[in-house]
């Protein structure tokens, strides 16, 4: 995190002295009481695929701030736009236009490498599929981003083991993928998401391979995490999904039509 924080300092600041007044660009983590910069920040987003003459409009102008330890779900027809703002949120793809802080980090014109870097940092990834490598055991798919952080085995190791357990999969670290079930394979790809200890946890529909008991676990687990003060945002088309988040962001046609608060209790369960 520091190196990211460090070059993106670097880039920032020359701008921030030029065009900005002091007091709208103060960055709020050098302040000692002032709030830390929100999780998500994002400001008149617009994503347009261009495919021979036509120009997809796929989100149209999305502004949206999400503060640390929120549970928000991303609710939207198939379509709506929910996969490309899981990829611009997960610094995977560019916004066309607009404005997307990441902790307060700006992320334009970042090159590709530094990019991987924040990524490896800042966000666990869940994803429908699972993306676990095949033949390879859960300690050592959970391992990987630590790998690429360059950490000390015997370190990795010890995370890795940490991140299993909290996972509820203690008693199946030298398995398989293929030796696990669809749940517990998503499971593990939690602990993978958890082991760097992200600000951000990204789900773009992780119940959507599972039977529903299965999902109901998977369900439970982002509860757990939510409960512990992670910032989770999920993807997903189904209500039912939806509506276990503290905070329901509905898309249609690549806008925003409905944020909502869910109050404790209110939640189906
Ligand atoms: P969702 O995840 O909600 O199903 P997507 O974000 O995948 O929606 O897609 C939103 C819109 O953008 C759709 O109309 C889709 O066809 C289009 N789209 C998504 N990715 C691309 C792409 N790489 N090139 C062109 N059009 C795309
Ligand atoms: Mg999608």
Do not use: W
């Amino acid at each position: 995190m520091q190196r990211a924080q460090r070059m993106l300092r670097a880039r920032r600041e020359p701008e921030a002295t030029r065009e900005r007044t002091p007091s709208a660009q103060s960055t709020p983590s050098r302040r000692s009481h002032a709030r830390p910069a929100p999780v998500i920040d994002l400001r008149d987003v617009r994503k347009t695929y261009h495919v021979g003459n036509i120009a997809v409009h796929a989100l149209r102008g999305v502004s949206l701030r999400v503060e640390r330890g929120e549970y928000v779900a991303i609710m939207g027809a198939s379509g709506s736009g929910k996969t490309t703002l899981m990829n611009i949120m997960g610094c995977l793809d560019e916004p066309s236009s607009g404005v997307y802080r990441l902790n307060g980090l700006d992320v334009r014109g970042i090159d590709d490498e530094s990019l991987a870097d924040v990524r490896n940092h800042h966000i666990g990834f869940v994803f429908q599929s699972y993306n676990l490598i095949p033949r390879t055991s859960a300690l050592a798919n959970v391992e990987l981003p630590l790998a690429y952080a360059g950490i000390p085995r015997a370190v990795r190791r010890r995370h890795a083991l940490r991140s299993l357990a909290r996972v509820g999969l203690a008693d199946r670290v030298d398995h398989l993928p293929s030796e696990l079930s669809g749940g517990q394979q998503q499971r593990v790809a939690i602990a993978r998401a958890l082991v760097t200890n992200p600000a951000l946890i990204l789900a773009d529909e992780p119940t959507g391979n599972l039977d529903s008991t299965s999902g109901a676990e998977v369900l439970a687990l982002f509860e757990r995490l939510s409960e512990s003060g992670r910032t989770i945002m999920l993807i997903t088309h189904e209500d039912e999904v939806a509506t276990r988040a503290r905070r329901v962001v509905r898309i249609r046609d690549g806008s925003i039509v409905s944020d909502e608060r869910i109050r404790m209790g209110e939640g189906v369960r």
